[in-house]
């Protein structure tokens, strides 16, 4: 059972134009929801998060939106730039139980951006 | 460098054998994290210790197992390797809160011949 779906596994966009990049969940639980940015060879870096009591959250060039009713949150790349071509992975953060250090991550499988010169 | 430390970068051994990987959490972090991502997979949550505790488990095969040490340190131990171990193995951390998520190591390529 899949709690976190992306379901697309690569996208390409011209240099300058906007990246979006989607990802869909299941656990009505997740209170957190990050994205991270994988290049080849290097382990993933976090990129930019937002609080289910949130629905945008900017860091410049980047933005994330989140539809809880809807179960989806997007990242936004304004503009994409041949730098930003990687993986991109979608997180949804969830408290397994009461205790310290509890929190847990459930990742998408990713999706593969190419930002074209 | 991101802080987290995971030896070694690439492990190639044969079928049968057992592999132990390190992890060395980044300063002030409690919780460390194993995933493994397989060819064409996402982040495959294994295991989470927090100051010393197992926390949770995931898909963890009962092949492998970890333990985190009193210095925060991990490890992750292999047995009975299959072709199919064969994946990048990433540790992480973090603190209590996930306002900025987990930071990952580079990883330890395992290669299962």
């Known amino acids: 059972d899949q709690q976190v779906k992306q379901n697309s596994p690569s996208l390409s966009v011209q240099e300058g134009r906007i990246s979006i990049l989607n990802c869909d969940y299941t656990?009505?639980?997740?209170?957190?929801f990050l994205w991270y940015k994988k290049y080849p060879a290097e382990g993933p870096t976090f990129l930019i998060s937002i609080s289910s009591i949130k629905d945008k959250n900017e860091d410049g060039r980047f933005t994330v939106f989140l539809n809880k009713s809807a179960k989806h949150l997007s990242l936004h790349i304004v503009p994409s730039q041949p730098g930003d071509s990687a993986v991109y992975f979608c997180a949804a953060s969830a408290k397994v139980d009461s205790g310290a250090g509890s929190y847990q991550l459930t990742f998408g499988k990713g999706t593969k951006l190419s930002v074209i010169p | 460098d991101s802080g987290v430390t995971q030896t070694p970068k690439h492990l190639i051994t044969a079928t049968g054998q057992r592999v132990t990987l390190r992890c060395s959490p980044r300063s002030g972090d409690l919780s460390v994290y194993w995933y493994q991502q397989s060819l064409d997979q996402g982040l495959q949550f294994l295991i989470h210790?927090?100051?010393?505790?197992?926390?949770a488990k995931g898909n963890i095969l009962e092949r492998f197992s970890a333990q985190q040490f009193p210095d925060l340190h991990s490890e992750l131990n292999l047995s009975s390797l299959e072709l199919g171990d064969s994946a990048l193995y990433f540790c992480?951390?973090?603190?209590?809160?996930?306002?900025?998520?987990?930071?990952f190591g580079s990883g330890t390529r395992l290669t299962v011949v």
């Open positions: 210790y927090y100051n010393g505790e197992e926390r």
């Open positions: 656990n009505s639980m997740f209170d957190y």
């Open positions: 992480a951390s973090s603190v209590v809160h996930l306002r900025d998520g987990y930071t």
